[in-house]
């Protein structure tokens, strides 16, 4: 029998440029297929994205988040998006380091 294991939740926060607000909302009406197909297979379920100002705030659940961004690191459907992104973000992810998302502080039990 195969064990499935939970996915990992992962919440992080990046900002935006001042004035860019419009546009990364637009940009995200519609991901490149390639992209979707990219995610999906680096171990991505899902991946959500809420807007305060120019705060962002991303809740994805994913496998591995750390082999996901290894694998989405070079990947030729991320490449172009990322650059995209560059021009929008006060921030831009190269992809270095070991991001971990934000920490959980506390989260309501599930009741069963």
Aim: a negative charge; proline letters at 6%.
């Amino acid at each position: 029998m195969t064990h499935q294991r939970t996915p990992q939740r992962v919440a992080l926060h990046t900002r935006l440029k001042p004035g860019k607000e419009a546009e990364y909302e637009s940009v995200h009406a519609v991901i490149p297929p390639e992209l979707d197909t990219a995610l999906r297979e680096a171990g991505v379920h899902s991946w959500r994205i809420w807007r305060n100002g120019l705060d962002l705030f991303h809740v994805l659940e994913v496998d591995d988040y750390r082999a996901m961004r290894a694998a989405l690191r070079d990947h030729p459907a991320n490449i172009p998006w990322q650059a995209r992104m560059a021009g929008l973000l006060a921030v831009e992810d190269d992809y270095s380091g070991d991001d971990s998302g934000i920490g959980l502080v506390w989260e309501l039990p599930v009741k069963e």
